[in-house]
């Protein structure tokens, strides 16, 4: 029986744990929905200024460390579409057997998350692979602006760092010593004025970094509005910022920012490689407009899950509980939820010894705070005990029978809802509504209430009563964790894993935590008898 028990509950573990690996692994599915709190819809509409143009191109966002795009739409009526995903970014281009006389847009949903890396180690590499070579290339500069690396790099380096500290001592000058100014604009104006453009910034560090063999690229970045900006227009403007090849991996550096490092979520990256669409985004031959406005969305994005789970498995996608409408999803967000309740009702239960008003009271009192809100449940808690009392004392008179007597805790039940609902006190206490399972839970437990208070008495009806409370607290604490309900949600296979821990839980048959403190006396007088055996 134990091998049996062993060989369940092994199996109820690994194959939910296994099924999640090969869906992450194998499928590269996510284990939950992309998280929307950063999320953004990017619109980009342009066209050339030249009539007789028939082709334009543009740089548009790439899936990447940081940045997640999704929901690609493209205004291509009438043209033929080409996406180059090269290795710094995307290049989207637009054809046509005519000229390109109307306006062309690219929309998509842009998430953008902080990236970061720490403990950048000390890097010697002398070789970079073939594909480096473009980013160690030095352009043609005039003697001054050659003359004026060399004096500058004998004033920062002495000579025995490694490209790390290379790297940082030419960061920490040009952020804090080349003063931002959009009137100069050349690499002169910074040399000997200190002073220039973020561009100038962007690009004379890099000149640094390829001087001393280390590869380097300037980005092409919109800075995105801060939350508290409710009156920005959503129109985004080109700024630059540097990425650097060390300890095998392209490094982020904002000398305009001054960040090195890291990207935080307030910035997109457009293209890798300014050099390469310099003439692009210069205006200077086509027209654009780049707006973007927060994504109005759940905290998980549900349906590009949905869509994503689709597309790499038809099996999985069949089954998801994301394909279903979604009220029948809110229903089932909070059902699945039911069984880790129970998991903590049977752990507080059969392990610690906690008293409570039947095995589902605690968890339909936790489903009953979720549907309205932890304060008002407490309240109308509160409420229902005193009534629970009154009950007892009045109705005990009249000796009913026990469904009449049922039928008229239900009615105060109403009546006390009507009267919450009339004075607005459920808005008060952040209620969005009262439906119907409330009746149902806090007539039941009315009636508990008051047979186990003249059975056991107030002292242990008090211990239960506060033992059913923590529990439901406690649990409405789990569920109100959202990452938790939408993992359950996504990969409901876990709830074998729940039932293996309940296997295991239910075949131990020894004392309870409350016991081993309540007997703590005769058990040290039990090990003294041993001793002096």
Not at 48 to 60: A, G, L, N, W
Not at 494 to 514: E, M, N, Q, T
């Amino acid at each position: 029986m134990r091998k049996l028990t062993a060989f369940i509950v092994s199996l109820f573990i690994l194959a939910p744990l296994g099924l999640l690996y090969y869906k992450h692994n194998n499928l590269n599915l996510s284990l939950l929905p992309h998280k929307v709190d950063d999320t953004w819809n990017l619109h980009i509409s342009l066209k050339p200024k030249d009539p007789t143009e028939t082709s334009v191109s543009f740089p548009i966002p790439k899936h990447s460390a940081g940045i997640r795009v999704t929901d690609e739409r493209i205004r291509a009526k009438g043209f033929e579409t080409i996406l180059d995903r090269n290795y710094d970014s995307v290049m989207m281009t637009w054809m046509s057997n005519e000229p390109i006389t109307k306006t062309v847009s690219y929309s998509a949903r842009v998430d953008v998350v902080p990236v970061k890396f720490e403990n950048i180690k000390k890097d010697f590499t002398t070789e970079y692979p073939r594909g480096m070579n473009k980013y160690l290339k030095i352009p043609e500069l005039s003697e001054e602006e050659t003359e004026g690396l060399r004096l500058l790099e004998q004033a920062i380096y002495e000579g025995n760092e490694d490209k790390s500290l290379i790297a940082r001592k030419a960061f920490y000058y040009v952020s804090e010593e080349i003063q931002r100014n959009l009137k100069f604009r050349t690499l002169k104006d910074a040399l000997n004025i200190g002073r220039g453009t973020p561009l100038v910034k962007a690009r004379m560090y890099a000149y640094m970094m390829r001087r001393k063999n280390i590869p380097a690229r300037v980005l092409v970045v919109t800075k995105l509005p801060l939350k508290d900006e409710p009156n920005h227009d959503g129109k985004l403007y080109f700024s630059f910022m540097n990425e650097i090849f060390l300890n095998n991996r392209w490094i982020p550096v904002s000398t305009n920012i001054g960040t090195f490092g890291e990207i935080d979520e307030n910035f997109l990256v457009f293209h890798r490689n300014y050099e390469e669409v310099e003439q692009l985004i210069s205006k200077k031959k086509i027209v654009y407009n780049i707006k973007v406005n927060r994504a109005v969305l759940n905290k998980f994005n549900r349906e590009d899950f949905r869509k994503e789970v689709i597309k790499k498995s038809a099996f999985f996608g069949g089954i998801s509980l994301h394909r279903l409408p979604l009220p029948v999803q809110a229903v089932f967000s909070t059902i699945l939820l039911i069984p880790l309740g129970a998991l903590v009702l049977c752990v507080a239960r059969n392990l610690l010894g906690v008293p409570t008003f039947g095995m589902f009271t605690p968890i339909l009192l936790t489903v009953f705070f979720k549907e309205t809100s932890l304060m008002f449940g407490l309240c109308f808690f509160l409420v229902v005990v005193l009534i629970g009392i009154a009950e007892r004392y009045l109705l005990d008179k009249f000796r009913l029978l026990a469904i009449p007597r049922m039928s008229i805790i239900l009615t105060l039940v109403i009546m006390l809802l009507m009267v919450v609902a009339i004075t607005g006190v459920a808005e008060f206490f952040g209620s969005g509504h009262i439906g119907y399972f409330p009746i149902v839970i806090v007539t039941v437990f009315i009636e508990r209430f008051s047979i186990m208070l003249t059975e056991d008495g107030p002292v242990n009806t008090a211990k239960t009563l506060i033992g059913t409370l923590v529990i439901a607290v406690l649990t409405f604490l789990i569920y109100s964790i959202e990452t938790i309900e939408m993992l359950i949600f996504t990969n409901p296979e876990l709830l074998f894993v729940v039932i293996a821990i309940l296997i295991l839980i239910g075949k131990y048959k020894g004392y309870r935590l409350s016991e081993l403190i309540r007997f703590k006396n005769l058990v040290e007088q039990m090990r003294s008898q041993k001793k002096g055996l």
